[in-house]
T-cell receptor, first 114, second 117 residues
Framework: AQSVTQLDSHVSVSEGTPVLLRCNYSSSYSPSLFWYVQHPNKGLQLLLKYTSAATLVKGINGFEAEFKKSETSFHLTKPSAHMSDAAEYFCVVTLTDSWGKLQFGAGTQVVVTP | DGGITQSPKYLFRKEGQNVTLSCEQNLNHDAMYWYRQDPGQGLRLIYYSQIVNDFQKGDIAEGYSVSREKKESFPLTVTSAQKNPTAFYLC???????FGTGNTEAFFGQGTRLTVV
């Protein structure tokens, strides 16, 4: 079985400071991992994905994430937060050797203050 | 523009009433999915369909029904058997049913907010 845990339900950062959203997963197989962003009352947009290629993955809007197998982590970072980054972020895991049903984390709400 | 269209954006249901949420995609994707979103619980899979005329139950299918008569359409009916239907519903699609192959991703609609009145 696989699962995904987002370690922070809320993160508050000041504009221009770094953002770190933490995600740990458990999987019996080689996982594929994704980060999605959701703005209020909107659908989800893919930020980036890891699929067993490079362990450092770059995504849209300046976000990146690093896959660390030894730590079973896939933390999302951004060097400098922008007001438009205020949203909810979901870490998602799926298996690569069967039908890829997505397992969603509970989400991290990001607040950006001026 | 290609994408997924969900309608309506807001829907109100009376007790004991069935309602149908629409999901249409023009991305030529084979696989389609319905998720339910509640605060603090992430997204939970209701039903999924890997191909036309076929669909499977997800983790929380009780009180819901779907059909997949056309590739581009995957409507979700919330029946009176669903005791707590108030939630945000998201439809998604992907090129195929293998999220983990590296060459596919899930595309989401803008959601339908269902409220029981």
């Amino acid at each position: 079985a696989q699962s995904v845990t987002q370690l922070d339900s809320h993160v508050s950062v000041s504009e221009g400071t770094p953002v770190l959203l933490r995600c740990n997963y458990s999987s019996s197989y080689s996982p594929s991992l994704f980060w999605y962003v959701q703005h209020p009352n909107k659908g989800l947009q893919l930020l980036l994905k890891y699929t067993s290629a490079a362990t450092l993955v770059k995504g849209i809007n300046g976000f990146e994430a690093e896959f660390k197998k030894s730590e079973t982590s896939f933390h999302l970072t951004k060097p400098s937060a922008h007001m438009s980054d205020a949203a909810e972020y979901f870490c998602v895991v799926t298996l690569t050797d069967s039908w890829g049903k997505l397992q969603f984390g509970a989400g991290t709400q990001v607040v950006v203050t001026p | 523009d290609g994408g997924i269209t969900q309608s309506p954006k807001y829907l109100f249901r009376k007790e004991g009433q069935n309602v149908t949420l629409s999901c249409e995609q023009n991305l030529n994707h084979d696989a389609m999915y319905w998720y339910r979103q509640d605060p603090g619980q992430g997204l939970r899979l209701i039903y999924y369909s890997q191909i036309v005329n076929d669909f499977q139950k997800g983790d929380i299918a009780e009180g819901y029904s779907v059909s997949r008569e056309k590739k581009e359409s995957f409507p979700l009916t919330v029946t009176s058997a669903q005791k707590n239907p108030t939630a945000f519903y998201l439809c998604a699609s992907s090129i195929d049913n293998w999220f983990g192959t590296g060459n596919t991703e899930a595309f989401f609609g803008q959601g339908t907010r269902l409220t029981v009145v």
